[in-house]
């Protein structure tokens, strides 16, 4: 089967660090996307990995292993702005639809 | 600027009514794709397109019809079937998957509700 799981909520404090996880099931597995949605609106890219290892890109990283099937979103320096649902999603077999977790909410308190 | 928009953003409907939900991206994308969203609720595909004339059912393609005549233009037809059609509908993009991530892109989404 194909699934995609990852937490339903998270809290943090404006300043930390926190790890989002997501686990994946999905055949012919090519990459694997993390969105940001925040409340009312689309969801908008913020990284992609295909091979295994830790992407980094300003506060915003996010690592995948593919042969344990996993994969976190890691957010640095939390600002109030980052609170939004955390969308993980994997490539289909072929490549032309992706399979969506259902998202991870955070919250970010002062 | 390149993008996606769809129209309106909200929209009111008696039921029983059809309602065509419009969704145009001048990205040059070839795939173009339909989602559903209900609170606390993941993304769910209604129809999918890879080029024009062609599209694919997705996961809750039951009430709902596509058409795709044109590569700019992929409109959602929420016919009086579906039966829960309240909802916040989403339309996304995508280029090549040839030397590229293959992300899809997203309009500002329409939210629909059904009185």
């Known amino acids: 089967g194909q699934n995609i799981d990852q937490p339903t909520e998270m809290t943090a404090t404006e300043g930390a660090i926190v790890q989002i996880n997501c686990t994946y099931q999905?055949?012919?597995?090519?990459?694997l996307f993390w969105y940001q949605q925040h409340a009312g609106e689309a969801p908008t890219f913020l990284s992609y990995n295909v091979l295994d290892g830790l992407e980094e890109k300003g506060r915003f990283s996010s690592f995948l292993s593919r042969s344990k099937g996993y994969s976190y979103l890691l957010l640095k320096e939390l600002q109030m702005k980052d609170s939004a649902s955390y969308l993980c999603a994997g490539h289909a077999g072929n490549n032309r639809k992706l399979i969506w977790g259902l998202g991870t909410s955070l919250a970010v308190n002062p | 600027d390149g993008g996606i928009t769809q129209s309106p953003k909200y929209l009111f409907r008696k039921e029983g009514q059809n309602v065509t939900l419009s969704c145009e991206q001048n990205l040059n994308h070839d795939a173009m794709y339909w989602y559903r969203q209900d609170p606390g609720q993941g993304l769910r595909l209604i129809y999918y397109?890879?080029?024009?004339?062609?599209?694919q059912k997705g996961d809750i393609a039951e009430g709902y019809s596509v058409s795709r005549e044109k590569k700019e233009s992929f409109p959602l037809t929420v016919t009086s079937a579906q039966k829960n059609p309240t909802a916040f509908y989403l339309c996304?993009?995508?280029?090549?998957?040839?030397?590229?991530?293959?992300?899809?892109?997203f309009g500002p989404g329409t939210r629909l509700t059904v009185l």
């Open positions: 996304a993009s995508r280029g090549g998957l040839a030397g590229g991530r293959g992300e899809q892109f």
């Open positions: 999905t055949s012919g597995f090519n990459g």
């Open positions: 397109s890879q080029i024009v004339n062609d599209f």
